[in-house]
């Protein structure tokens, strides 16, 4: 039954976003590429979903300030194994523009896994689109393993 | 009267809105900055790149044992802002409109330019100066191209030998 349902489930995974001190460009193209239909990520079986519990990948935006550091590293420990992580944007990476900056510790590289990167400043539609189908990869190659990423 | 039909009759005729991305190429316009391509041929080592450079992803280096430097450009810490293209004099730099740079975690620092640059040499005493590739040859080594290939020192030597001739002052035997 639980391998039934894990051939299934890769079909439709959950996305859940998480502002980790953003500029909110990223963000603005990740809303663009659910909402709007000239992209639209729910032909792909992918759904926003408003509660972390539900959620199978996460897309990480933002070089993780100090301020939301305990807060998003909180939220992304009550996403149930296994999780996805995508870094959307190079600020999680590397830090982009504000690497050096006062409010900006550690990359979130330190502290959160990344599984899938997409590059950008931000990245356009269809790249976070690409990012998340190569997240899906990774998920259903995790289902199948039975593994859990750490968290 | 019923102005749904002249909708409906419009959408039937240009079809869906939707971008068919995943199953068909995306549409890309010709002036998108995708990621940074770089041409070692051309490059004159100046560092006016890694100057203007607002998110620091270019970094030159000396390799170790002196012969050249190492160039890197990582593309995660890229902003795509283009004014490494912009000013470099050359055009060694350029951005494309490639934007498939999606990866995994583990090609993560992998995900850059790197590429070796040795100097050039002095045409006269072989001394290690920037590499004199055609393109600034080109560019502004046109007026005296033997004095261009020389470094700063033979450079100088060159001039004062020229304003001697001019001048008709004596040259002197040991300078």
New interface residues.
């Given amino acids: 039954m639980l391998q039934f349902l894990s051939k299934l489930a890769p079909r439709s995974p959950w996305i859940y976003r998480i502002n980790a001190g953003s500029c909110n460009g990223c963000d603005v193209e990740m809303a663009t590429t659910a909402l709007i239909?000239?992209?639209?990520v729910e032909?792909?079986g992918c759904k926003y979903c408003g509660s972390p519990r539900h959620a199978d990948v996460v897309l990480i935006s933002g070089p993780l300030t100090l301020r939301v550091r305990d807060k998003v590293l909180r939220v992304y420990n009550e996403i149930p194994h296994p999780k996805v992580?995508v870094?959307v944007g190079?600020c999680p990476?590397?830090?982009?523009?504000f690497?050096d900056g006062y409010s900006v510790g550690a990359d979130i590289?330190h502290y959160i896994?990344?599984?899938?990167?997409?590059?950008?400043?931000p990245?356009?539609p269809?790249?976070i689109?690409?990012?998340v189908?190569?997240a899906v990869e990774?998920w259903r190659a995790r289902l199948e393993e039975g593994i859990c990423s750490h968290s | 009267m019923l102005p749904f039909l002249k909708i409906m009759l419009r959408n039937l005729i240009l079809g869906p809105s939707t971008d068919p991305f995943p199953f068909a190429p995306a549409k890309t316009h010709k002036n998108f900055r995708g990621c940074a391509v770089f041409d070692p041929e051309k490059c004159i080592l100046c560092g006016i790149c890694r100057h203007v450079c607002a998110a620091g992803a270019i970094q030159l280096r000396v390799s170790e044992d002196g012969s050249g430097m190492q160039y890197m450009l990582w593309h995660n810490s890229c902003v795509f802002c283009g004014m490494c293209a912009h000013y470099c004099p050359t055009g060694a730099l350029t951005m494309s409109d490639n934007w498939h740079l999606v990866h995994t975690g583990a090609e993560m620092f992998s995900n850059c330019i790197s590429s070796f640059i040795p100097f050039g040499e002095c045409a006269q005493c072989g001394a290690k100066i920037q590499p004199r590739t055609q393109a600034i040859i080109d560019k502004i080594g046109e007026r005296s191209p033997e004095r261009f290939l020389l470094c700063p020192k033979c450079k100088r030597e060159s001039i004062v030998r020229n304003v001697a001739k001019v001048n008709h002052l004596p040259a002197e035997e040991n300078p």
Wanted: charged share 25%; aromatic share 2%.
């Fill in positions: 239909p000239r992209y639209d032909r792909l992580t870094a190079v990476v590397s830090g982009g523009c690497r590289d896994p990344l599984d899938v990167i997409v590059p950008g400043c990245p356009r269809q790249a689109m690409e990012g189908l190569k990774v």
